[in-house]
């Protein structure tokens, strides 16, 4: 299978770190999204992160590539069954943070920025920061194997460093701890948003 996603995405990183943290056989590719016609007979919102079977079947988004990468190891699962809807919830309050601060960017990037839209994205990411925090007992509970909301978690909390600011460590020191564990890890280093190329499969595939 294939993962088509770019160094930065981090709805494609998200992927690859549960794909490297379960040891799936998966081929991450690059794209530059801009010349990415070709995308399109596989998904045609021509969006990163798709995976491609080896059967030729076209799967997005990220948190149902996260389902059906589940469904391809024999390890722990990414979300476990019994805690589904909690796990899921925490993962699309994680989403919600990637989006506001790439909608941020982007918003920044214009050339006549609203400086109220921009008041507003940072202010959800403020509160997506608190809620995460508040509930960091219940995300950091568990054993070895990375369940797929600490992974979403983590690699928000990656995006908003690399496309926001640093600064939240400031106010949110527990949830800043956390963070620099999960930083650490190998699937996480392997997948920093200032890498060059994609994953090796060997890499991803030794778990
Ligand atoms: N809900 C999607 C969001 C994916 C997404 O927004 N990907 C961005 C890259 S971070 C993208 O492909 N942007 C190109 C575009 O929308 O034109 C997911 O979870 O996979």
Known sequence: MKIYNDATSPFGRKTVVAAIERGIG??????????AEFLDRWNPLRQIPTLVTAEGAAIYDSDVIVQFLDRAHKREPLIPVADAPAILTRMSLANGLMEATLTRLVETRRPDPSAAVVTKLEARIARALAAIERDLDRLAKGGAALRADQITTAVALGYVDFRFAETWRETHKALGAWYGEMAARRSLVLTVPTRKDPVPAAEIARG
Do not use: I, P
């Not at 998966?26 to 010349?35: G, W």
């Open 26 to 35: 998966a081929e991450e590719v690059f794209l530059d999204l801009a010349k």
